[in-house]
């Protein structure tokens, strides 16, 4: 068993607007919220960091644009 915590990954319009606007392939179709919200990225991270919503809040203000980044 390993003791983990999930954050799952959410989209919001002004990520979709964002990303419509930087791609490259204009021909595409633009991507919607629905789409892109089918499968969502998950990151595990340690119990102890998952203990209060203000360690979660802590942990995502320390890893926003590591995960920006990867995202």
Do not use: G, Q
Request: hydrophobic share 40%; aromatic share 8%.
């Amino acid at each position: 068993m390993i003791n983990r915590a999930a954050i799952i990954l959410k989209y919001k319009e002004p990520a979709i607007l964002w990303i419509n606007e930087v791609d490259p392939y204009d021909d595409v179709p633009s991507i919607s919220l629905e789409e892109v919200n089918n499968d969502r990225p998950v990151y595990l991270i340690r119990d102890e960091d998952a203990d209060t919503p203000e360690t979660v809040e802590r942990w995502i203000s320390l890893n926003h644009k590591i995960i920006f980044e990867n995202e």
